[in-house]
């Protein structure tokens, strides 16, 4: 394969690399990757080369397990393994947050962990209530709803079929805890019951959920507040990590600016060529068909050159400047030439020829794209290599 010919447009390609392991010198093996790209005519100024996550914090060895997490816990919220916690709007994921719980629950083994469930559905879109359920038995979304009200009748994940209430019950119940599930849309009610601690386990919406219960005089801390400091750590905390191995968990890569910094200054110095580089997470994709919003990472890139801050997609909107030109009488073959010429003109982000382009964050999209094509599964592709977007 060559140089793309003129006629593409904005293209995507997974570009398959090595094992990465603790250790590894990702910044070189990436570029290595391009290398091999250049050589085939496919890197040029201007492209966006993204790198998943996962591989940047598998180099780094950022890895904790779950005693790590509960001695957090204990640390921060100044409990004992008799105290009484609670747990408040974590999302649904054997993946991203089974094994926190493990590590939160063993630092109460003796004690007491209730779990408030937001509803029907997570921040992310698992459901975890009937749609209507609450509304059936009269409950407005600050009411407690209660197991024993819920019944037999849970609703279960709708591709694997996992009742994720059972199995956050088993998670405590086999640290020694006494385990308590309820639903509320509400944040302070989980005040209502008196507990030593709490932790907050939303993710978008963290701070906002802590401000309200620090004013409501809760213990509480964040998921982004446990494994922050220490050998293995993140910025993140626990946010954004993947179970590994045994009772391990994969942290979210520290200080991905300065990653994706040197990769682009390794590219630029080695081959000439000027690139912007993002290290990428979870795409901000709801699937149409479950409604499960993929994003349970705090934001789809974790770490990004200079070049692509507050930069935003937007544009003309071109099926509407075909119309309007069409019935103004331009002959087909110069409407693409006066489009192009309109793109150098200056509009107002409220007028008709960009109604409907909503700006959006560069990094977001791109990051985005580089996730569904890279996915989580066998692809093997922690690269990908984005043309066109910046043009």
Same mark, same amino acid.
């Given at each position: 394969m060559g140089k793309l010919p003129d006629y593409i447009g904005v293209s995507a390609f997974g570009i398959k690399m090595g094992v990465i392991v603790p250790g590894s010198d990702v910044e070189s093996l990436v570029y290595d990757s391009l290398v091999k790209c250049n050589q085939d005519g496919l890197l040029d100024d201007g492209d966006t080369v993204c790198v998943t996550e996962s591989i940047v914090a598998r180099a780094q060895n950022n890895y904790v397990t779950a005693q790590d997490i509960s001695n957090e816990v204990t640390e921060k919220l100044k409990i004992n393994s008799h105290s009484s916690i609670g747990i408040l709007f974590p999302i649904l994921s054997r993946n991203r947050f089974a094994m926190v719980l493990k590590g939160i629950a063993g630092s109460v083994?003796?004690? $007491?962990?209730?779990?408030?469930?937001?509803?029907?559905?997570?921040? #992310?879109?698992?459901? #975890?209530?009937?749609?209507?359920?609450?509304?059936?038995?009269?409950? *407005?979304?600050?009411?407690?709803?209660?197991?024993?009200?819920?019944?037999?009748?849970?609703?279960?994940?709708?591709?694997? $079929?996992?009742?994720?209430?059972?199995?956050?019950?088993?998670?405590?119940?086999?640290?020694? *805890?006494?385990?308590?599930?309820?639903?509320?849309?509400?944040?302070?009610?989980?005040?209502?019951?008196?507990?030593?601690?709490?932790? #907050?386990?939303?993710?978008?919406q963290r701070e906002r959920t802590y401000r309200k219960l620090k004013a409501a005089g809760q213990n509480c801390i964040t998921l982004q507040q446990i494994c922050n400091t220490g050998d293995a750590w993140s910025e993140w905390g626990v946010l954004g990590s993947n179970i590994s191995s045994g009772d391990k968990l994969k942290l979210a890569p520290r200080h991905a600016d300065e990653v994706a910094q040197k990769i682009q200054a390794k590219v630029k110095a080695g081959l000439g060529i000027n690139v912007e580089v993002i290290i990428y997470g979870d795409g901000a994709y709801r699937d149409p068909s479950t409604g499960i919003y993929e994003l349970a990472d705090p934001q789809p890139a974790f770490g990004m050159t200079k070049g692509l801050a507050g930069k935003y997609r937007q544009g003309l909107k071109y099926k509407y400047m075909v119309d309007v030109l069409y019935d103004e009488g331009i002959d087909i073959d110069e409407i693409e030439n006066s489009i192009e010429a309109k793109k150098g003109e200056t509009f107002a982000a409220d007028c008709f020829e960009t109604e409907g382009t909503t700006p959006r964050k560069a990094e977001d999209l791109m990051a985005s794209l580089a996730d569904l094509i890279s996915g989580s599964a066998d692809a093997g592709t922690p690269l990908v290599l984005v043309k066109g977007f910046l043009a």
């Amino acid at each position: 394969m060559g140089k793309l010919p003129d006629y593409i447009g904005v293209s995507a390609f997974g570009i398959k690399m090595g094992v990465i392991v603790p250790g590894s010198d990702v910044e070189s093996l990436v570029y290595d990757s391009l290398v091999k790209c250049n050589q085939d005519g496919l890197l040029d100024d201007g492209d966006t080369v993204c790198v998943t996550e996962s591989i940047v914090a598998r180099a780094q060895n950022n890895y904790v397990t779950a005693q790590d997490i509960s001695n957090e816990v204990t640390e921060k919220l100044k409990i004992n393994s008799h105290s009484s916690i609670g747990i408040l709007f974590p999302i649904l994921s054997r993946n991203r947050f089974a094994m926190v719980l493990k590590g939160i629950a063993g630092s109460v083994p003796q004690g $007491k962990v209730i779990i408030q469930l937001s509803h029907p559905a997570d921040e #992310v879109g698992n459901q #975890v209530l009937h749609q209507d359920f609450a509304e059936s038995i009269g409950k *407005c979304d600050s009411d407690v709803i209660t197991l024993d009200e819920i019944g037999p009748d849970r609703f279960k994940h709708p591709i694997t $079929k996992v009742d994720y209430v059972e199995l956050y019950r088993e998670i405590l119940i086999e640290q020694g *805890c006494e385990a308590e599930v309820i639903f509320s849309n509400d944040p302070i009610k989980l005040a209502d019951y008196g507990l030593d601690g709490i932790i #907050v386990a939303n993710i978008h919406q963290r701070e906002r959920t802590y401000r309200k219960l620090k004013a409501a005089g809760q213990n509480c801390i964040t998921l982004q507040q446990i494994c922050n400091t220490g050998d293995a750590w993140s910025e993140w905390g626990v946010l954004g990590s993947n179970i590994s191995s045994g009772d391990k968990l994969k942290l979210a890569p520290r200080h991905a600016d300065e990653v994706a910094q040197k990769i682009q200054a390794k590219v630029k110095a080695g081959l000439g060529i000027n690139v912007e580089v993002i290290i990428y997470g979870d795409g901000a994709y709801r699937d149409p068909s479950t409604g499960i919003y993929e994003l349970a990472d705090p934001q789809p890139a974790f770490g990004m050159t200079k070049g692509l801050a507050g930069k935003y997609r937007q544009g003309l909107k071109y099926k509407y400047m075909v119309d309007v030109l069409y019935d103004e009488g331009i002959d087909i073959d110069e409407i693409e030439n006066s489009i192009e010429a309109k793109k150098g003109e200056t509009f107002a982000a409220d007028c008709f020829e960009t109604e409907g382009t909503t700006p959006r964050k560069a990094e977001d999209l791109m990051a985005s794209l580089a996730d569904l094509i890279s996915g989580s599964a066998d692809a093997g592709t922690p690269l990908v290599l984005v043309k066109g977007f910046l043009a």
